[in-house]
């Protein structure tokens, strides 16, 4: 179980840490 929950969370943290790249991308681009 604490197997499968971390496989899940581990995708989501590396897509919000994508998300906050892309943020900081298009604000200091501006």
Known sequence: ML????QEAL????DLG???DT????HFNQ
């Open 3 to 6: 197997r499968v929950k971390s």
């Open 11 to 14: 995708p989501n943290a590396v």
């Open 18 to 20: 994508g998300v906050i």
């Open 23 to 26: 943020l900081l991308d298009k």
